[in-house]
């Protein structure tokens, strides 16, 4: 149990729409990084929150964007989804400053049909 | 996006046998991590490293961070059946973004 919750667990959503997803950060982290991984990938580094700002990207277009809240929570939005975007998004928390380690959420499957 | 490279990519061995693998890149990274990742789940830390040359153990598992800040190894001794999974490393650079490696394939024949 690392404390980061991702919600929903599963979605289905269908080519051109757009989507949500929230994470629930560990109490005290106050960075979310979000990562996508296609079936059989490492993770890959879409971006990263720390005190509501973006604070690092990769590369990922900008129909991929996120909000991180006052208390640390973060949202991922992707519009104009696409079959390729069907993957496990995970959400990470930790503490910038502290060298910490990234505690991940158990993911939010996403299938673009 | 940057990938670090992971070898081997998968692994047979049998129980109570000795695992290594090995995660490289070409870019320096402050920190490097082990994770594993169960299916359908998030990865889940093994060992943290802070310092190059330093190495770290955590009950079977002993990792090292590489003196040029390019590469680290983790080590299983003594594999037991849930040792089975994929085993990923992780790099953190200055910009403290996380970069992982494409994953080792454990399987453990009992």
């Known amino acids: 149990e690392t404390g980061v919750t991702q919600s929903p667990t599963h979605l289905i959503k269908t080519r051109g729409q757009q989507v949500t997803l929230r994470c629930s950060s560990q109490?005290?982290?106050?960075?979310v990084s979000w990562y996508q991984q296609a079936l059989g990938q490492g993770p890959q580094f879409i971006f990263q929150?720390?005190?509501?700002?973006?604070?690092g990207r990769g590369n990922f277009p900008p129909r991929f964007s996120g909000l991180q809240f006052p208390n640390y929570s973060s949202e991922l939005n992707v519009n104009a989804l696409e079959l390729d975007d069907s993957a496990l998004y995970l959400c990470?928390?930790?503490?910038?400053?502290?060298?910490?380690?990234?505690?991940f959420g158990q993911g939010t499957r996403l299938t673009v049909v | 996006g940057q990938q670090l490279n992971q070898s081997p990519q998968s692994m047979f061995i049998q129980e109570g046998e000795d695992v290594s693998m090995n995660c490289t890149s070409s870019?320096?990274?402050?920190?490097w991590l082990w994770y594993k990742q169960d299916p359908g789940e998030g990865p889940v830390l093994l060992i943290a490293?802070?310092?190059?040359?330093e190495l770290t153990s955590n009950g079977r598992l002993t990792a090292q961070f590489g003196i040029t800040r390019k590469d680290s190894f983790l080590n299983i001794s003594a594999s037991i059946p849930s040792d089975v999974g994929i085993y990923f490393c992780?790099?953190?650079?200055?910009?403290?973004?996380?970069?992982f490696g494409t994953g080792t394939s454990l399987t453990v024949i009992p």
């Open positions: 929150y720390y005190r509501e700002e973006e604070n």
């Open positions: 870019s320096i990274f402050n920190t």
């Open positions: 992780a790099g953190r650079n200055t910009g403290n973004q996380f970069y």
């Open positions: 990470a928390s930790h503490v910038t400053d502290r060298r910490e380690e990234a505690f």
């Open positions: 490293l802070y310092k190059a040359g």
């Open positions: 109490s005290g982290h106050n960075t």
